[in-house]
């Protein structure tokens, strides 16, 4: 189950930040050494040169690309910058292999680990599909940092597992753990069952997303503030350079939030230049928590489906009956909930939690601070055995013509069971594709193939053989294959129905 044994140096790229780390901690990364973190920033200077981390953050905002990983997340390609010929839109991917280029060079200048036989183990945020995990990783190949993708772990999980490297005392009993990531561009969400004599088995139940974090907080506040400014008398739509003025209430509003996490109230001075006059205004922690409560419901409506498809994951009960499950239920029996991520300063995000979850569930940080934990826990991760059962680190092809025609039947990384599959309150949840969906051809034979991308062989069986190289009778007609989040494998073909599982789903049953 554990992946590659070369030295492993974890990556963490951030929205916000980004890191790096051995298995021996944390490798400063920060300009000037002592700093922890590189801003995640990269831009084009007045030369037309690319910079990244410090040296982008005092360019104009129009030359500058701020939250680049969002573009992976969201899908663009391109993003438009002000070059020295003007504006221009560039490839985003080859802004991300600048940025990660940069942290890898100063990564190796000072940790020693990065180097010639060591294997660099990026995270990714849980609701990546497997083409947004390869994009990242094309882009640090392409900075020439070692990466492959059977190491690419979610970054939830990663949090886990700095946590439970450190836990000194196992009681061998399984361990109910949900991890809540809040970044500056994702909350990340991880359901993990943990076991073995040293808890070095996790397992993930359910890992999602929402790309809802700080960011979204930041612009939040900052259309608060946009009001009271107006109680003030101070009308930014008026204001000469209104772009101008909008970044700077917004670089306030983070900084602002930032603050709050230990003072109960910030002045907010404005800029005389951005806003033609001196002002101040008070913003208080009441305030920020009341912008900041829509998001968490979001947020704690996430857990919930988390908490939802963990159920589905290993219970064998009837899937309509949890996807009706109230929140007191289904916030039974975790043991702890593992805060990861620079939102987790934030006071009402653990008051939040504490209200949702039963007192007996303990509310801590996955580690202090809570923007070191998924950087830490990738550096560690090959002491652990992943499996993530929901979204499966493998493809299912099938061939025909020998090799040279196929269809993916299932994409690794692809959740077995839709949100809106549980919305509809179905039954019978599972991953399931037909020969039409495929397009498959009326006859002939096939075989499937099987594609892992955990570093090891998947051992999975259907009709008392191996998955991999399985014969099909094509059918366009009755061709259907389906993959249960409990590890069951069901195909339909031409000559009948087969029914195997995935080996080390067991895990599981073994309690
Ligand atoms: N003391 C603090 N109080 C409140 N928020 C903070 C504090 N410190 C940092 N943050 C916020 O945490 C966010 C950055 O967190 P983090 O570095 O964990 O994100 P990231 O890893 O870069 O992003 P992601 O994981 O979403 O890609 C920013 O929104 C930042 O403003
Ligand atoms: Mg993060």
């Given amino acids: 189950m554990c992946a590659a044994r070369r030295p492993t140096v974890g990556l963490d790229f951030g929205t916000s930040t980004t890191l790096v780390a051995s298995t021996r901690g944390l490798i400063p990364i920060g300009n000037d050494t002592t700093f922890p973190w590189m801003p995640s920033l990269v831009g084009y200077a007045d030369d037309g040169t690319v910079v990244a981390g410090e040296n982008a953050q005092h360019l104009p905002d129009g030359q500058l690309a701020r939250s680049i990983k969002r573009s992976i997340t969201e899908g663009r390609d391109f993003v438009r910058i002000d070059v020295p010929t003007g504006a221009k839109d560039i490839r985003t991917d080859a802004l991300i292999t600048e940025l990660l280029r940069e942290a890898g060079r100063r990564g190796a200048r000072r940790g020693r680990d990065i180097g010639v036989g060591s294997l660099v183990r990026l995270g990714c945020p849980a609701m990546w599909d497997g083409r947004q995990r390869r994009r990242l990783l094309g882009a640090a190949q392409r900075a020439d940092l070692p990466v492959v993708l059977a190491t690419m772990i979610d970054e939830p999980v990663a949090a886990g597992i700095a946590w439970l490297d450190r836990q000194r005392v196992h009681t061998g009993r399984p361990l109910r753990i949900v991890v809540f990531d809040m970044g500056g561009g994702t909350l990340d969400l991880a359901v993990l069952d943990v076991r073995g004599a040293n808890h070095k088995d996790v397992s993930v139940l359910a890992a999602l997303g929402i790309a809802e974090a700080g960011d979204d907080l930041d612009e939040a506040i900052a259309a608060d503030l946009d009001i009271e400014l107006a109680k003030a008398g101070i ?16 670089d306030a509003a983070r900084t602002t939030k930032e603050l709050l996490s230990s003072n109960d109230e910030e002045p907010i001075v404005l800029s005389p230049q951005v806003f033609g006059r001196a002002a101040e205004i008070w913003y208080t922690r009441g305030q920020l928590n009341e912008v900041f409560m829509p998001h968490m419901e979001r947020a704690e409506d996430a857990v919930g489906l988390a ?9 064998a009960k009837s899937a309509y009956e949890i996807a009706r499950m109230p929140m007191d239920l289904l916030v039974q029996g975790v043991d702890v909930v593992l805060l990861s991520g620079g939102m987790c300063r934030i006071p009402y995000v653990r008051q939040r939690l504490e209200w949702l979850f039963e007192s007996s569930t303990k509310v801590e940080l996955a580690m202090d601070p809570p923007e070191n934990a998924v950087v830490v ?13 929901y979204r499966p680190a493998f493809d299912v092809l099938l061939e025909w013509n020998r090799g040279q025609e196929f269809r993916t039947v299932y994409e690794a990384f692809t959740p077995l069971v839709e949100r809106s599959q549980i919305a509809r309150g179905e039954d019978d949840l599972r991953y399931t594709r037909n020969g039409r969906d495929l397009s498959l051809p009326r006859n002939g034979k096939g075989k499937l193939r099987v594609v892992s991308y955990s570093g090891e062989r998947l051992r999975a069986t259907i009709g008392s053989r191996n998955l991999d190289g399985f014969p099909v009778a094509l059918s366009d007609e009755k061709f259907g294959f389906s993959i249960y989040p409990d590890g069951r494998i069901r195909m339909t073909d031409g000559a009948g129905t087969f029914e195997g599982r995935v080996d080390d789903w067991h895990r599981l049953d073994a309690e």
């Fill in 235 to 250: 009308d930014i739509d008026a204001i000469e350079n209104q772009p101008r003025a909008r970044v700077w209430l917004r």
């Fill in 307 to 315: 908490l939802m498809i963990a159920r589905i994951t290993e219970s």
């Fill in 377 to 389: 826990g990738l550096a560690r991760a090959g002491d652990y055995g992943t499996i993530n059962m």
